[in-house]
């Protein structure tokens, strides 16, 4: 595989080379890493790539790579919201597959363009909803899917961050500055950055799909252009209700992403900080506890373990599994990644984004996802 972006100092960047290679599926063999030249050589040699396959930039690399026997066949897409559109595009358009980060793109416009391009590709497409990747995400779909918790009336998804609780963007801190600008960014901050994530999960684990929404989001630190803060409710297709809150104000959280589904017949709940178990509450039945690697479990679930139970696995683990769900789908011959999320999660996600921005900046209150421009 090729990456771009990454360099020095990037978080997602090396988490996504660890990921890739974990299974000895692909290879990190080129890349553009960085815009500034000493940088992005730093980071292609800290990797072991060859001075003549570290590029540039993304369009030298992608020419290159198309052209050469050995060439890579998978571009990873690792950069701010406002460049995924083009990287992707020009990746697919030269026959390359693309394992991207989330959002797709800086805006639902592009989003709907890029399917277009994936659809015209016949190549695989891949997003990084990471917690889709953790085995006891996997294992609540199953327990969903087979009707164990029967119809589902009640979804509540939380994803709690703190640590944009002060300006920290206007401190040089990179990580923060590029997802409080617009022009990076998009229309959404804390929606756009940690809501989809969560958006995300209440569709994958629940089966169900989001119709209306009734959001209220905020910039609560002063002088913070995109929302920092978001709470909403929804309804999804056949009459469940839902609770969505993303927060990256929330003083004191780190990384608490947490889903609980209920159904007629009872409920679970699985926690990001908790992630090789699974809690299963059946009505008239003891509280279960499931724990990941678990011959009880899903083949689904089992399948995307790789050491026994009690030895715990973690994002990097998780990380690895969509990129073993991409490496399937092409070994397979498919365009379809499942359960790797795809185009339409990022079509459907910047949906997501756009429609509860709008809804909650005009007043609209309850208005239609489906129906977003």
């Known amino acids: 595989m090729a990456m771009v972006g990454g360099g020095p100092g990037a978080f997602i960047g090396p988490v996504h080379r660890m990921a890739a290679e974990l299974d000895g599926r692909f290879r990190?063999?080129?890349g553009s890493f960085s815009r500034d030249a000493s940088r992005n050589a730093e980071a292609g040699r800290m990797w072991g790539v060859r001075d003549d396959r570290i590029y540039g930039d993304y369009h030298q690399m992608i020419r290159a790579e198309a052209a050469r026997p050995d060439g890579a066949q998978l571009v990873a897409v690792v950069t701010s919201n406002d460049t995924h559109f083009a990287i992707s595009a020009a990746a697919l358009d030269a026959g390359l597959h693309v394992m991207s980060d989330k959002p797709a793109t800086l805006n639902l416009a592009e989003a709907r363009a890029l399917a277009g391009k994936v659809a015209a590709s016949g190549k695989v497409y891949g997003l990084t909803y990471i917690y889709t990747g953790y085995p006891m995400a996997r294992e609540a779909r199953e327990i969903v899917r087979r009707g164990d918790l029967g119809a589902i009336r009640k979804v509540v998804v939380e994803y709690a961050q703190g640590w944009l609780s002060r300006p920290i963007e206007r401190d040089g801190d990179r990580q923060a500055g590029w997802r409080a600008d617009p022009a990076q960014a998009g229309v959404g901050g804390c929606i756009g950055d940690i809501g989809v994530h969560a958006f995300n999960m209440a569709e994958f684990v629940s089966g169900l799909r989001v119709e209306r929404l009734c959001a209220d989001l905020s910039s609560m630190v002063?002088?913070?252009?995109?929302?920092?803060d978001c709470n909403m409710l929804l309804r999804f297709a056949g009459g469940?209700?839902?609770v969505l809150i993303a927060s990256q104000i929330s003083a004191g959280a780190r990384n608490g992403m947490t889903i609980k589904v209920y159904g007629e017949k009872g409920?679970?709940?699985?926690?990001?900080e908790r992630p090789n178990e699974l809690s299963l509450d059946l009505l008239d039945a003891p509280s279960q506890i499931l724990h990941a690697a678990s011959g009880y479990l899903s083949a689904p679930a089992r399948a995307r373990v790789r050491i026994p139970t009690g030895h715990p696995e973690?994002?990097?683990?998780?990380f690895a599994n969509l990129y073993a769900d991409l490496a399937d789908a092409i070994a397979e011959g498919r365009t379809d990644p499942a359960p790797l999320p795809g185009i339409a999660d990022g079509v459907r996600g910047m949906a997501f984004v756009e429609r509860a921005v709008a809804a909650s900046r005009d007043g609209e209150g309850w208005v239609s996802l489906e129906a977003a421009p």
């Open 28 to 30: 990190l063999v080129a």
């Open 222 to 228: 002063a002088g913070r252009v995109l929302d920092d």
């Open 240 to 242: 469940a209700r839902g």
């Open 267 to 272: 409920g679970l709940c699985w926690s990001h």
């Open 314 to 318: 973690g994002f990097i683990e998780a």
